[in-house]
């Protein structure tokens, strides 16, 4: 989910990804997750100047894989810590785009 705001020359959007908590026939659970991402925009006289930052709360999270991987891989191919994929923390994002 998202919402935006637009106003020239700016461009300003919050959005959601929800993962949610689901379990299977034998029991096994994964728990969801949700992170908010802020990104916004400026339009300069030439290009565009653009900014992001994921995981706004730097939510502490292990991916939907990283709860399943476990089940498949340990401790046939390794301990269940090696497959324990976590979410990515705060993440800052810029760029400055040109188009021609």
């Not at 290009?47 to 498949?72: K, M």
Request: glycine content about 12%; hydrophobic content about 30%.
């Amino acid at each position: 989910a998202y919402i935006g705001w637009a106003p020239d020359p700016w461009s300003l959007r919050v959005q959601s990804t929800t993962s949610f908590d689901v379990s299977d026939a034998q029991g096994y659970k994964v728990d969801g997750y949700t992170t908010v991402d802020l990104l916004g925009s400026y339009q300069l006289p030439v290009g565009t100047l653009s900014f992001s930052i994921e995981n706004l709360f730097d939510r502490d999270y292990t991916t939907v894989w990283g709860q399943r991987a476990p089940l498949y891989y340990s401790p046939g191919y390794g301990p269940a810590s090696l497959y324990d994929y976590k979410g990515r923390g705060r993440t800052f994002g810029l760029n400055y785009s040109v188009l021609f």
